[in-house]
């Protein structure tokens, strides 16, 4: 009676395992070859736009000067065509005009400041924040600062508080 349980039990094993161990259904192919990988740092300007009231990182093509100051022109310029296509917008007004100055005294790992036309306390806190991370990524990729360093943005009416980029 002990062999016929020990049978049974191995056969209902057997029939269980059987469709695991035939496969998934998936048909065996040959192998499938691709490009070569992307290698190397990314070319281009990095902006901060917005998507669904979150900072998106966009990469643009450079042509020739990729400063923090011209990727701020660019920001400031606006989303193109195929990127509002895709729903990306900007809170940065147009026409701000911004430079960006590094802070002498602080050297490599110090902060930035930003100064704009017209003042601060008419930018939202999305525009803000779209300003600090452009101009500190594009900072860090110059090699004027470390890419963690407080920002400062300067206006008419004064200065925002220093701060980092929260999209990090």
């Given at each position: 009676?002990?062999?016929?349980?020990?049978?049974?039990?191995?056969?209902?094993?057997?029939?269980?395992?059987?469709?695991?161990?035939?496969?998934?259904?998936?048909?065996?192919s040959?192998?499938?070859?691709?490009?070569?990988?992307?290698?190397?740092?990314?070319?281009?300007?990095?902006?901060?736009?917005v998507?669904?009231?979150?900072?998106?990182?966009?990469?643009?093509p450079?042509?020739?000067?990729?400063?923090?100051?011209?990727?701020?022109?660019?920001?400031?310029?606006?989303?193109?065509?195929?990127?509002?296509?895709?729903?990306?917008?900007?809170?940065?007004?147009?026409?701000?005009?911004?430079?960006?100055?590094?802070?002498?005294?602080?050297?490599?790992?110090?902060?930035?400041?930003?100064?704009?036309?017209?003042?601060?306390q008419?930018?939202?806190?999305?525009?803000?924040?779209?300003?600090?991370?452009?101009?500190?990524?594009?900072?860090?990729?110059?090699?004027?600062?470390?890419?963690?360093?407080?920002?400062?943005?300067?206006?008419?009416?004064?200065?925002?508080?220093?701060?980092?980029?929260?999209?990090?």
């Amino acid at each position: 009676m002990t062999g016929r349980r020990t049978g049974r039990a191995l056969l209902a094993g057997a029939l269980l395992l059987g469709p695991l161990l035939t496969g998934c259904g998936v048909r065996p192919s040959a192998v499938i070859t691709g490009r070569p990988a992307v290698s190397g740092p990314a070319q281009g300007v990095g902006l901060y736009l917005v998507a669904q009231g979150e900072l998106v990182l966009v990469l643009r093509p450079a042509r020739g000067d990729s400063s923090p100051t011209k990727a701020l022109a660019l920001l400031a310029a606006g989303p193109q065509p195929n990127e509002r296509g895709q729903g990306l917008t900007s809170d940065v007004p147009t026409g701000l005009n911004p430079v960006v100055e590094v802070t002498p005294a602080a050297g490599r790992f110090g902060g930035l400041t930003v100064r704009v036309t017209g003042t601060t306390q008419t930018l939202s806190a999305t525009a803000t924040d779209q300003i600090i991370c452009t101009v500190s990524d594009a900072a860090a990729q110059a090699g004027l600062v470390a890419s963690s360093g407080p920002v400062t943005v300067v206006g008419s009416d004064g200065a925002q508080p220093a701060r980092r980029c929260p999209a990090r």
